[in-house]
């Protein structure tokens, strides 16, 4: 039995990362105002990216690296779209989504001969036990016996909160994000906090992504990304727009998730069915994405778009 | 020395000369009132001031020395601040926060929150401000939000400080403070520019006068020279009367009445608290009483927008109470809302568009599913011509209009509608004197035409000047009617104070 909750909780902590990494990413967009529907795009391309890096260099970590470029890369035509040509922020999203999962679709037939997915990598991440913490019973095996890119994920969980809540440039991210008006009169230049939360969301999810396909997983295809970054959003609007509540809603989709792949384990199958279980948390990303949660705390000028001089 | 100059400032807006040619001369040290209608263009003289806007022509000279204004942070260093007349807040935020937004005191590049809070605090009382660094701006009054905009000028060192319209928002006590706290910005060498269209307030604290109408410069005059009917007639260009001529009332059948009503405020607290009224045809009723005691739940539960929680609303013999507003909308109410932005209009619906708010479903504006546009079209500028509103044209967005012309709009769109009963919530909050005359004559000609009306406003003056009976409403009841014509100032003010002596007219 212990065993079996050891085993749901390092499954947990699994899926939780990716799902805290491209929700972080998506915080420092939002929180600037500008909505991101193109984390799942900017997933699929760090995914994509890593996997090339790490089988040409046999180095996860360049992957790791080349992932986040890649998706800042990205996110730059959503940027240039929403910010500086004032097009509807969701569409732009959606149209990221899009054409990131057509340019690594593309890109995986033609430099795997035709193949729908990229061969296995050899070289992947390893998980990294914490000398010492690991050997705490029950929440030891499961806490710190995991892939670098977790730790990371909690480092930039902190380091978010105090760059968000404690930095001029957090202050100034999020003003612009509730009224960027009273930003502007500040002296505080609009477009650029903008940009910046965007490319931010693009390096984290494409971290995200990468932890998906070089940790957890350990190749890249069509379905490796499979709606993680619309949960991501929904862990998002869960965690009400901040670091800790995003945490702490991306370990309960990440429970979620255990319990799906790991229920039978406590016997939970013989009361709900698996696919149930495999479908919570969809449902809920719906209902957070349809908003029947959360919207009362998002930032005031999410979506809007910004002109100086507006009014 | 003059703090500011402006030389022949043009600035265009699609499809509006803004300003056009406009002159303004500072003194360093004095209060400069800058006068006009709504619509005048005073906040875009501002805005190009303080860099918001670039204007297409002229100069602009601080201090004597011409300077290029390119943004906020230019006027910053050059020691201009500006009181925005729409509050440029952070919700959210603390006060401290909004204050220190954009140039934070930092150690080691962590916002040093402390050391902030305490120069706030330090300017805060040495003007006087009285206000709470660590208070979020969402739980704090309107007066001391304002407060927090002069502190955020004051804190990046602003000595002349731009003040758009801010007597506007506030009750009649926090406008004395606030001249209190300009006359100690004054005192410390500070110069302000006041952005007013309330005459008594210009000859009560400002030194000179700019008066600009329709974008264009009118006059410079020295506030010692000149009186408040002759600074009318400049700002309006033509003579304005302050009185409002009418004849007595004519009073007819009973159309509106109120039966110990109750209704809760959004917080679920009792508002009105057994409320009774009565309305006739031909007489106009003034609700008077200090913001918050339930004026406008009032208003909101006999339209339909807020639940009666028990008592009845009977409209010309028939219960309209708890009624959709449409229903009761269709049954004669006509309705000015307290909030124009809110409830009177759509603001990025053409103003053509919002003649037809509530009448675009039936015939002749549509027909089954259909809106019939060249209907609808030639309705709104049959209104909007003879209710003279000033617009480009029907098409252009309602967001787009003067204050004052978009209460002409809802105005004519109510009364055109021919209810019995009407509904004025501070039909002339933020007009100005021309526009204010304007809608007062059209209440009374309402009145005359045999319409019973219920005018709310926070205005005394206003309420004294149409109403036909006043009705003082203390915490929820009406704590006494009075005669307009033998009241004193004083008998109103006991009765809004609570002090229940009034002459009991009726109910
Ligand atoms: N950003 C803008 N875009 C278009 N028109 C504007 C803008 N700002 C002001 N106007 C128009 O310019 C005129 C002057 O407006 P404003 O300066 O706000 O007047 P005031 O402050 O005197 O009431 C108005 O007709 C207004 O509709
Ligand atoms: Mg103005």
Redesign the interface.
């Known amino acids: 039995m212990i065993e079996s909750l050891t085993d749901i909780l390092a499954t947990t902590v699994l899926y939780m990362t990716p799902l805290l990494l491209a929700a972080m990413g998506g915080l420092f967009s939002e929180r600037s105002g500008v909505v991101n529907i193109g984390l799942e795009g900017l997933m699929t391309i760090g995914a994509f990216t890593a996997v090339v890096t790490t089988l040409e260099t046999h180095n996860p970590w360049l992957g790791l690296v080349t992932a986040m470029l890649a998706g800042m890369l990205f996110s730059i035509p959503h940027a240039i779209a929403s910010i500086t040509f004032k097009a509807d922020q969701v569409v732009s999203g959606v149209a990221l989504n899009f054409l990131a999962l057509g340019v690594a679709v593309y890109l995986v037939k033609s430099l795997y001969k035709g193949s729908g997915q990229t061969p296995d990598v050899q070289d992947v991440l390893q998980a990294m036990p914490i000398p010492g913490l690991e050997n705490i019973p029950v929440i030891g095996p499961a806490l710190f016996r995991a892939f670098p890119t977790t730790y990371l994920a909690l480092i930039i969980v902190f380091i978010g909160y105090?760059v968000l809540y404690?930095?001029?440039f957090g202050?100034?991210l999020?003003?612009v994000g509730?009224?960027p008006?009273?930003?502007?009169?500040?002296?505080?230049n609009v477009y650029r906090m903008r940009y910046t939360g965007v490319l931010i969301s693009g390096a984290l999810a494409g971290l995200g992504g990468a932890s998906l396909s070089i940790a957890i997983g350990s190749q890249f295809s069509e379905s490796t990304i499979a709606g993680q970054g619309f949960i991501a959003l929904a862990t998002l609007i869960f965690g009400k727009w901040h670091p800790f509540g995003v945490l702490g809603a991306s370990t309960f989709f990440g429970f979620a998730v255990a319990l799906a792949l790991k229920g039978q384990l406590i016997g939970l199958t013989t009361y709900v069915p698996s696919e149930a279980l495999n479908m919570l948390p969809y449902i809920l990303t719906i209902l957070a994405l349809a908003g029947f949660v959360g919207r009362a705390e998002a930032p005031?000028a999410i979506g809007k778009t910004y002109e100086?001089?507006g009014r | 020395m003059d703090a500011v100059e402006m030389k022949g400032i043009t600035k265009r807006f699609p499809g509006i000369v803004a300003n056009d040619g406009v002159n303004l001369k500072v003194k360093q040290g004095e209060i400069h009132a800058l006068l006009g209608e709504n619509g005048a263009g005073k906040s875009t003289l501002m805005n190009i001031l303080f860099g918001l806007y670039q204007p297409d022509e002229g100069k602009i000279l601080i201090k004597g020395k011409e300077t290029e204004i390119t943004g906020p942070t230019v006027a910053g260093e050059l020691g201009i601040g500006m009181v925005h007349q729409h509050f440029m807040l952070v919700d959210p935020f603390t006060v401290t926060e909004n204050i220190i937004l954009g140039s934070e005191p930092t150690t080691n590049g962590m916002i040093n929150k402390r050391r902030a809070e305490k120069e706030v605090q330090a300017i805060s009382d040495r003007y006087g401000l009285k206000v709470d660094p660590r208070a979020k701006i969402r739980d704090i009054s309107v007066g001391m939000q304002q407060r927090v905009e002069i502190l955020k000028t004051l804190y990046r060192g602003a000595e002349i400080l731009i003040f758009d319209e801010p007597t506007a928002v506030l009750a009649p006590q926090e406008i004395d403070e606030l001249i209190v706290i300009m006359e100690n910005l004054v005192k410390e060498g500070k110069t302000i520019i006041f952005i007013t269209h309330k005459l008594k307030e210009i000859m009560r604290i400002c030194d000179v006068v700019t008066i600009i109408r329709q974008g264009k410069f009118i006059g410079r005059v020295e506030v010692a020279d000149t009186d408040e009917n002759r600074l009318a007639s400049m700002m309006v260009g033509r003579d304005v009367s302050f009185t409002v001529d009418k004849k007595p009332a004519k009073p007819k059948d009973k159309i509106l009445s109120i039966r110990d009503i109750r209704v809760q405020d959004s917080r679920g607290v009792d508002a009105v608290r057994g409320l009774n009224m009565e309305i006739k045809a031909g007489e106009i009723v003034g609700l008077a009483g200090v913001d918050g005691n339930g004026q406008s739940e009032l208003i909101e539960a006999i339209t339909g927008l807020k639940k009666v929680q028990s008592g009845e609303v009977i409209l010309n013999g028939k219960k309209i109470t708890n009624l959709k507003p449409k229903t009761i909308t269709h049954s004669g109410v006509g309705h000015i809302p307290e909030d124009r932005h809110r409830r009177g209009l759509v603001l990025d619906f053409s103003i053509g568009e919002n003649m037809v708010l509530q009448t675009f479903d039936q015939k002749p504006f549509a027909k089954g599913w259909s809106l019939q546009y060249p209907a609808i079209h030639s309705y709104a500028k049959r209104l909007i011509e003879e209710f003279d509103v000033r617009t480009p044209d029907i098409h252009t967005p309602a967001r787009a209009l003067s204050g004052g012309n978009q209460q002409k709009g809802i105005i004519a769109r109510e009364v055109d509608r021919d209810p019995d009963f009407l509904i004025a919530a501070q039909p002339t909050r933020g007009l100005d004197v021309g526009a204010i005359e304007g809608i007062h004559r059209r209440l009374i000609e309402q009145r005359d035409k045999g319409k019973a009306i219920l005018l709310m406003s926070l205005e005394l003056e206003e309420i004294w000047q149409l109403s036909d009976h006043i009705a003082v409403i203390y915490e929820g009841k009406i704590a006494g009617w009075v005669d307009p014509a033998s009241t004193t100032e004083e008998e109103i003010g006991l009765l809004m104070a609570g002090y229940r002596a009034g002459t009991e007219v009726t109910s």
């Open positions: 105090v404690r930095t001029p202050m100034r999020r003003a509730e009224h008006q009273a930003a502007e009169t500040m002296g505080v005031a100086t001089g």
